[in-house]
């Protein structure tokens, strides 16, 4: 996710009971964090202290195989703050799809002072890659499990102005214009890229009629109940079903028909009021006003920090009020069909979403799993109406156009399983739903498609848990548990974050053990009979991030026993499962991580095993970047992640508006600035990476 200042500032005003006060009325009873995660945990996927249970017995239930410890051969890394990617002995990587590369066989050479234009962009690789997926070659037609050749899918989030722009360009300043606008436009999205193993080396096919940049002018066809809502209506398209590009493109998911999801993250940062003074500007109404605060961003309050306003009119809120609700939904992407329009799934709730992952229930209905990234906000899932069929591929493609968006809810209730902390419910996001009074969401909203475009205020209203920034979702392909990671939340227990008519952040307790928490957590849960379709679930506490240096004597709650000195790590953010099991898990703390957090070091990629809760560091990133994204080769002998904004953080010389160049990351001294990038991990005996 990106840095922007505006992404972890609250603006939930709801005085629901926040999770970490759940999870402390929990310990009380069940004293289930007693040291670190206890019993409790080693038992939530099969290794519990005695009788074999719940979820195991399931397994066996449902045929499948009770889950077993993993193996780690390789060595442990520790703590790194070197300009380079490491990772551990035994093991190889390539740098590929930097930003600016060529997409085509006709693309421009980037220019290393960045003063490529907006047409260029749209021919070379975006800016910023966060979630990524790899569709084996004919994948689409009959089931492909190549693993040498396969289009890589790969999303751009944001730009960072000072290396993104040339020397005296920032966003704003004397020498801004419409095509600095396009620029930026352009860089993100999501690029589609043929790639093929040849002499053990990945390389583009720049000549392949895959190939694309789905970015910021893209036309995109609006589906699902908000399609054609006067909310989604401008005056470019009064039809309110064609809306034109995605961006703030954060994590992604995929399907088993082999289309891309790519999910709409901070989009509120790009609107403003163009080149009027916002204290001189008003909203039009009460509503309108309300609407805007509550998912921040674009208002007043909150000026736009790329200022595409100033010259692209549909980005003036004053101008088109209701183009900001065409962004903040997932994206599906046909990436098989190059000519095909990627469809906003309005079905699947309209906030900040951070990535989706999706299971199919016993019944073959598809669902998928979603996070809200801002603090206090919430984690949802949608469940289709119909069901999967592999036989109708046509019809799997309108699968995630219809179905029920449900919110979370964490309950204090103890579970009947030993080996879980709590119960949780969801509720279901539509008309019929009560709400407190006796009256119903359909009593806020007048139909379907308001409530969806407004999916905050309907979760407020049905009393969802505010979790601090929920990021990545990952599902376990045997069991199905699903992990989430709650990346940080460093104001809790202050008063640095209330919004008009909200509380404070609560103060530390429970499962968010610190103040101003720096650290972050992944939980996980477990739903009833193992049906992802299931209301009611039971959830626990995987782990508690954070060096245990820091802890205080006698405070047991601040720690989980499975972090050490030499896997410690903070703010969990890109979280998945490879084939056999294992949680990959990457984060993206401050470059202010390398000193002021006690040995942690750039942000790293560690693996878990859920049953013995061992977690291994496998790869550290350079200076100033994020680890995001990750898909592996059907063989899972190559592994694929991203590296997003190297140097980050670092200083500008405003004089000038250029950097200051801690990280020349992957080009070395020589380059003028750092460029974002994908990394292809492989071992070099040939097996199977993380192993």
């Known amino acids: 996710m990106s840095q922007q200042d505006w992404d972890d500032v609250a603006s939930?005003?709801?005085?629901?009971?926040?999770?970490?006060?759940?999870?402390?009325?929990?310990?009380?009873?069940?004293?289930?964090?007693?040291?670190?995660?206890?019993?409790?945990?080693?038992?939530?996927?099969?290794?519990?202290?005695?009788?074999?249970?719940?979820?195991?017995?399931?397994?066996?239930?449902?045929?499948?195989?009770?889950?077993?410890?993993?193996?780690?051969?390789?060595?442990?890394?520790?703590?790194?703050?070197?300009?380079?990617?490491?990772?551990?002995?035994?093991?190889?990587?390539?740098?590929?799809?930097?930003?600016?590369?060529?997409?085509?066989?006709?693309?421009?050479?980037?220019?290393?002072?960045?003063?490529?234009?907006?047409?260029?962009?749209?021919?070379?690789?975006?800016?910023?890659?966060?979630?990524?997926?790899?569709?084996?070659?004919?994948?689409?037609?009959?089931?492909?499990?190549?693993?040498?050749?396969?289009?890589?899918?790969?999303?751009?989030?944001?730009?960072?102005?000072?290396?993104?722009?040339?020397?005296?360009?920032?966003?704003?300043?004397?020498?801004?214009?419409?095509?600095?606008?396009?620029?930026?436009?352009?860089?993100?999205?999501?690029?589609?890229?043929?790639?093929?193993?040849?002499?053990?080396?990945?390389?583009?096919?720049?000549?392949?009629?895959?190939?694309?940049?789905?970015?910021?002018?893209?036309?995109?066809?609006?589906?699902?109940p908000a399609a054609a809502h006067p909310l989604m209506q401008t005056q470019a398209d009064p039809s309110g079903q064609w809306a034109v590009g995605t961006f703030g493109n954060c994590g992604n998911g995929w399907t088993p028909w082999n289309t891309y999801l790519t999910c709409e993250e901070n989009v509120t940062d790009y609107f403003g009021v163009g080149t009027q003074d916002p204290d001189q500007v008003d909203y039009p109404d009460a509503e309108t006003k309300a609407h805007m605060l509550r998912y921040k961003g674009g208002s007043k309050e909150a000026s736009s920090n790329y200022r595409w306003d100033t010259h692209d009119v549909r980005f003036d809120w004053t101008q088109e009020p209701n183009e900001i609700n065409r962004f903040g939904w997932i994206v599906e992407i046909d990436p098989f069909d190059p000519h095909s329009a990627p469809k906003k799934l309005t079905a699947l709730g309209r906030f900040k979403h951070e990535n989706a992952a999706w299971a199919l229930a016993p019944d073959q209905r598809v669902v998928v799993y979603m996070g809200d990234d801002q603090r206090s906000e919430y984690i949802y899932k949608f469940v289709s109406k119909n069901t999967f069929n592999p036989d109708t591929p046509a019809l799997n493609r309108l699968l995630l156009d219809e179905g029920t968006l449900y919110v979370a809810k964490f309950e204090s209730q103890a579970a009947q399983s030993q080996d879980l902390a709590g119960k949780g419910h969801w509720v279901p996001l539509t008309l019929d739903t009560p709400i407190e009074g006796g009256k119903k969401l359909g009593d806020l909203f007048a139909d379907m498609g308001e409530l969806l475009v407004k999916t905050r205020q309907a979760a407020d209203a049905v009393g969802a848990t505010p979790m601090d920034r929920p990021e990545w979702v990952a599902v376990h392909p045997q069991t199905k548990e699903v992990y989430v990671t709650l990346t940080n939340n460093s104001n809790r227990g202050t008063d640095k974050e209330r919004w008009p008519g909200g509380p404070k952040h609560p103060s530390a307790e429970g499962a968010n053990p610190r103040n101003e928490n720096k650290y972050g957590q992944i939980v996980r849960w477990r739903e009833q009979g193992d049906d992802s379709t299931a209301l009611d679930f039971e959830w626990d506490v995987f782990v508690l991030a954070g060096n245990p240096n820091l802890f205080e004597d006698g405070d047991l709650r601040r720690g989980s026993a499975n972090i050490n000195v030499k896997n410690t790590f903070n703010s969990p953010d890109g979280l998945a499962f490879d084939q056999q099991g294992r949680l990959w898990i990457q984060t993206d703390g401050n470059f202010s991580n390398a000193k002021d957090y006690e040995g942690q070091g750039n942000n790293s990629m560690l693996i878990a095993d859920p049953v013995s809760k061992e977690i291994h560091r496998f790869m550290v990133g350079p200076k100033g970047s994020e680890v995001t994204g990750i898909t592996w080769t059907p063989d899972q002998r190559y592994v694929f992640i991203n590296i997003q904004h190297p140097g980050e953080g670092q200083s500008v010389e405003l004089s000038q508006q250029q950097p200051t160049a801690i990280s020349t990351w992957p080009d070395g001294t020589k380059a003028k600035r750092p460029r974002p990038a994908t990394v292809v991990i492989w071992r070099e005996d040939g097996g199977i990476v993380g192993a």
């Open 12 to 224: 939930n005003p709801c005085t629901t009971t926040s999770f970490n006060d759940v999870v402390n009325q929990l310990e009380g009873r069940r004293r289930f964090i007693k040291t670190g995660l206890g019993a409790s945990a080693l038992g939530f996927l099969g290794l519990g202290a005695g009788a074999l249970p719940t979820q195991a017995q399931a397994s066996v239930q449902a045929g499948q195989a009770t889950p077993q410890a993993l193996s780690f051969a390789f060595e442990s890394l520790g703590p790194s703050v070197e300009d380079a990617v490491v990772i551990p002995k035994g093991y190889a990587h390539q740098v590929i799809n930097r930003w600016g590369d060529p997409l085509f066989t006709h693309s421009p050479e980037f220019k290393g002072d960045a003063s490529d234009d907006g047409v260029a962009q749209a021919l070379q690789v975006g800016y910023n890659h966060d979630g990524m997926h790899f569709f084996p070659m004919d994948a689409q037609t009959n089931g492909s499990q190549n693993s040498v050749e396969g289009l890589l899918v790969t999303n751009h989030e944001y730009i960072t102005p000072h290396f993104f722009f040339p020397e005296g360009v920032q966003p704003g300043n004397e020498n801004w214009n419409a095509d600095w606008v396009l620029k930026s436009q352009n860089a993100q999205g999501a690029s589609v890229v043929h790639v093929r193993l040849k002499d053990g080396r990945w390389e583009p096919v720049l000549d392949s009629p895959f190939n694309r940049s789905i970015n910021g002018n893209t036309p995109m066809r609006v589906v699902g």
